[in-house]
């Protein structure tokens, strides 16, 4: 198995229980980007974004460690676009209100679910 640092074991685990010899590889690695304190949320507000793609559940806790309690209230509205209903509930629990599950967590699946929300919003003139 191809993967990141640490990561989620799920896999290995169901494939050894079905009595698979399993490998894995880290290949690359997930950290907090350093930024002073109100940096990230500050961007945000700046650039006006309205949407943020999180591949992870890491990403969401990078996230969540980047921005204040009373910062991620203040952005509870933002469109995140998530991989799996897991994700989108540490999402939700962390107080975002507006969360769609992508198909999967590659680059096509998230901007395809991407696609879909803007076309759904522009229908009913929400852009």
Known sequence: IVKG???????????TERGAEVDHL???????PR??????AKKIRQ???HTLLLSSGEGLCNLLTL?????????????????SDRVAGMAEE???LQVR??????????LD??????????KIGER
């Open 47 to 49: 650039w006006d974004i």
């Open 101 to 110: 599950v992508a198909e999967n967590a590659s680059n096509a699946a998230m």
């Open 67 to 83: 921005l204040s309690p009373a910062e991620t209230i203040k952005l509870s509205k933002l469109l995140l676009i998530v991989p």
């Open 113 to 122: 679910s991407l696609e879909q929300y803007s076309l759904t919003a522009e």
């Open 26 to 32: 880290s290949c690359y690695r997930r950290v907090v």
């Open 94 to 96: 962390a107080g975002f």
């Open 35 to 40: 930024l002073p304190a109100g940096e990230l």
């Open 5 to 15: 640092e640490g990561g989620r074991q799920k896999l290995r685990d169901t494939l």
